[in-house]
């Protein structure tokens, strides 16, 4: 398994400002994601963010609202820019340690970082 | 389009109960799936499962996968208050393709 930090955890926006979201991962690792949460809602992935390359985003996100760094293997961030209430969700990074063809992957989260825009 | 339904949405049931957590999926080319638990903020992985009849086991936590009617079940014996959570089931398709996770059931254990 990985530890996986993100920061903030928690943070209170105001509407129209953006946020930037870190996750930090103790060892090397190909993929990270970024999942949103909505109250009472599943998990929705964001975009996949590899090493040296730009981001691949989901249907119904796009990278003006939510550009993505990553700088090496151990290190994302994601920002939440011009926020409105509707962004407030968890967010959380997550990444995906590989086995076989033959057998499943296993995805780890880190803590989640909780914005609530006001 | 890949799919993950879970049943039920919510349940509340008493310490010393047992419950019973369902999973159904529709997915292109099934890997695995995962059970995760999600009390505060990140889900925590509970199990993993790819091959059909093998039970996975932790304490009172117990997971089965049925390839060919394509669900999974999660149960967990004699429930504890700490149990109360959200349980959160995951399907991977395809090598390389993203995780697919179903709504989530809620469990509150009562005293």
């Known amino acids: 398994s990985a530890v996986i930090s993100q920061k903030p955890s928690r943070d209170i926006c105001q509407r129209g400002t953006s946020l930037t979201i870190q996750c930090q991962v103790d060892s090397q690792v190909t993929m990270m994601f970024w999942y949103r949460q909505q109250p009472g809602q599943s998990l929705t992935l964001i975009a996949t963010?590899?090493?040296?390359?730009?981001?691949?985003?989901e249907s119904g996100f796009v990278i003006d609202k939510f550009p993505i760094s990553r700088p090496n293997l151990t290190f994302s961030t994601l920002t939440v820019s011009n926020m409105s209430p509707e962004d407030s969700s968890i967010y959380l990074c997550?990444?995906?340690?590989?086995?076989?063809?033959?057998?499943?992957?296993?995805?780890?989260f880190g803590e989640g970082s909780w914005l609530t825009v006001v | 389009e890949d799919k993950v339904v879970q049943s039920p949405l919510s349940l509340v049931v008493h310490e010393g109960d047992t419950v019973t957590l369902n999973c159904s999926y529709e997915v292109t080319n099934f890997r695995s799936l995962l059970w995760y638990k999600q009390e505060k903020k990140a889900p925590t992985f509970l199990f993993m499962l790819?091959?059909?009849?093998i039970e996975k086991k932790s304490g009172r936590l117990s997971s089965i996968l049925d390839k060919k009617e394509l669900f999974s079940i999660l149960n967990i014996t004699a429930t504890q208050t700490g149990d109360s959570a959200i349980y959160l089931c995951?399907?991977?398709?395809?090598?390389?393709?993203?995780?697919?996770f179903g709504p989530g059931t809620r469990l509150s254990v009562l005293p």
């Open positions: 995951a399907v991977e398709g395809s090598y390389g393709q993203n995780f697919v």
């Open positions: 790819t091959s059909s009849g």
């Open positions: 997550s990444v995906e340690y590989w086995g076989t063809p033959s057998s499943g992957n296993t995805i780890y």
């Open positions: 963010a590899n090493q040296g390359s730009e981001a691949t985003y």
